[in-house]
């Protein structure tokens, strides 16, 4: 009973009876290539920051070559990483808290990040 786990699933399935058709981590499945997943990351901000207005936070004319470099060079864009996460989150940040037409409006700011 203990030993293949069943007590443990059966005990979780009845106390979240919602969640019981979820399967559990497939502990015998390959990791995930994390390198490969930061380049994925780094290559949809760069998307998103080169398709959305232009930021008040962001200095997208600095960014906008290290980005598109990113979508050629699988070694540069996992370096990138670091950033990408911040350069998002301000650049939605920003859509969020002037909406969109003072999102336009505020985009000829000099306080940008980048």
Same mark, same amino acid.
């Given at each position: 009973?203990?030993?293949?786990?069943?007590?443990?699933?059966?005990?979780?399935?009845? !106390?979240? /009876?919602?969640?019981?058709? &979820? *399967?559990?981590?497939?502990?015998?499945?390959? /990791? !995930?290539?994390?390198?490969?997943? @930061?380049?994925?990351? %780094?290559?949809?901000?760069?998307? +998103?920051?080169? @398709? !959305? *207005? =232009?930021? *008040?936070? %962001? !200095?997208?004319?600095?960014?906008?070559?290290? +980005? &598109?470099?990113?979508?050629?060079?699988?070694?540069?864009?996992?370096?990138?990483?670091?950033?990408?996460?911040? %350069?998002?989150?301000?650049?939605?940040?920003?859509? =969020?808290? &002037?909406?969109?037409? $003072?999102? +336009?409006?505020?985009?000829?700011s000099r306080h940008?990040? $980048?």
């Amino acid at each position: 009973m203990v030993e293949d786990h069943q007590f443990h699933t059966e005990t979780i399935a009845a !106390a979240f /009876p919602l969640w019981a058709q &979820l *399967p559990y981590e497939d502990k015998t499945a390959r /990791p !995930a290539d994390a390198r490969a997943l @930061r380049v994925r990351f %780094v290559r949809d901000v760069g998307a +998103f920051l080169l @398709r !959305a *207005p =232009e930021s *008040p936070l %962001v !200095a997208r004319a600095r960014l906008a070559p290290r +980005f &598109l470099r990113a979508f050629g060079d699988r070694d540069y864009a996992s370096h990138l990483f670091w950033c990408a996460g911040s %350069v998002l989150y301000l650049t939605q940040l920003a859509q =969020e808290v &002037l909406g969109t037409a $003072g999102f +336009f409006a505020a985009a000829s700011s000099r306080h940008a990040v $980048g």
